[in-house]
């Protein structure tokens, strides 16, 4: 079946412009998490659903960033006034309501703001 | 709160040799425990991941973990490397209670296969 998938793969902006990075999970996860990996560094948490409210919100950077979820399906994260330290690959994963059960990794979004 | 931590940011072994990862975890009740494999310029990969039961588990491509609870570590391990276990480790473990869907990850460990 089919996986995560995220859109678009690469993104090139200039500083101050806003983007919006598109996750699709796998059909029927309910749970559904962004990410941040800077070069060579870890992965950050950003934000996580469940269906279409967000409980923890405590990894987004800052108030330029902003999430959302429709339909327990889609999901969109924005950065409004993008800045050179935003660049970075933004990982979307979606697993079902067992936390037992492990998370489903899209290929990832890399943004390069310049 | 829950943490994880990965010894080490780069290990190089050489191939055919012990590939040892580290990992511990902090948590007040016992968690699930996953690692994850990054290949370059890709997402990430469930190898293995621990739930309940058998402590040692088995994972894909030869990996395996084992879950120590005396020691609060879950270290990934393969007997003999591979060029193609070239890649990033993530270990990361999520609450293991109801309604605990959070997961934490290390910040990972590169693993360098020498020929």
């Known amino acids: 079946g089919a996986g995560v998938s995220q859109s678009p793969s690469n993104k090139v902006t200039e500083k101050g412009k806003d983007v919006e990075l598109r996750c699709d999970p796998i059909?029927?996860?309910?749970?559904l998490y962004w990410y941040r990996q800077r070069l060579g560094q870890g992965l950050e948490f950003l934000i996580y659903f469940q269906g279409n409210s967000a409980p923890d919100k405590s990894g987004l950077p800052s108030d330029r960033f902003s999430a959302e979820r429709t339909g327990e399906s889609v999901s969109t994260l924005t950065i409004q006034r993008t800045q050179q330290e935003d660049s970075a690959v933004y990982l979307c994963?979606?697993?079902?309501?067992?936390?037992?059960?492990?998370?489903?990794f899209g290929p990832g979004t890399r943004l390069t703001v310049l | 709160a829950q943490s994880v931590t990965q010894l080490g940011s780069h290990v190089s072994v050489s191939e055919g040799a012990l590939v040892l990862l580290r990992c511990n975890y902090s948590?007040?009740?016992?968690?699930?425990l996953f690692w994850y494999v990054q290949y370059p310029n890709q997402g990430l990969q469930l190898l293995l991941k621990y739930t309940t039961g058998a402590t040692l588990v088995k994972g894909i491509n030869g990996f395996e973990a084992e879950f120590k609870k005396s020691e609060t570590s879950f270290h990934l391990t393969k007997p003999s490397a591979h060029m193609s276990d070239a890649a990033e480790y993530f270990c990361a473990v999520n609450g293991g209670t109801s309604g605990t869907y959070k997961y934490i990850f290390g910040t990972g460990t590169r693993l360098k296969v020498l020929a």
């Open positions: 994963a979606s697993s079902t309501d067992q936390s037992r059960n492990e998370q489903f």
């Open positions: 948590s007040s009740v016992p968690p699930y």
């Open positions: 059909s029927g996860h309910t749970a």
